[in-house]
């Protein structure tokens, strides 16, 4: 701590002496400098950066709030769509399975339906109609694959497949 207040004084006595050979025209303006510095200083540390930050919220927070009410507004209608209660999805019959088989291209080899569930085979399938269905199942009649069995036929593209469906009830998870 000596080494430290030894050179502050020699600090001291070296700005003394610098101040004591000037004239008091030449302190006066070195005074004079001194004091607009440290205002400049002062309004760019200090007051600009938060006269610009207040016109920046001020421009900024009419949006903000709009964006705020958007939201309580989303939050709202998905609390309204929470509530209400979900649509039951259609009973699954051969019929109606059979019909949707039908309209992608795809015959049934053997179809089984047991309550929620569905025993279904394919037999030299295209591929690309079966993963059609399947997707056209699960957002229309809450149909999930509980079990798969692909095998590749030797013609390009078709597939033998063995599925067990399973029908989920209104409002689960997809």
Known sequence: MSEFTAKMQKLQATAQAF???????????????????????????????????????????????????????????????????????????????????????LKAQSLAITGDYVKLELKGAPFAAIATWLDTQRRTDAIAVQDANITATATPGMVDATFTLQQRAAGAAQ
């Open 19 to 105: 101040w004591q050979e000037r004239t008091e025209q030449e302190r006066r303006m070195l005074t004079i400098g001194g004091v607009v510095v440290g205002l400049g200083l002062f309004y760019g540390v200090l007051i600009d950066p938060a006269l610009e930050g207040r016109a920046k919220l001020r421009k900024d927070l009419p949006v903000q709030r709009q964006q705020a009410a958007e939201l309580q507004a989303l939050g709202r209608t998905a609390m309204e769509y929470k509530a209400r209660t979900p649509i039951q999805p259609n009973r699954l019959s051969n019929d109606t399975l059979n019909a949707s088989l039908a309209a992608t291209g």
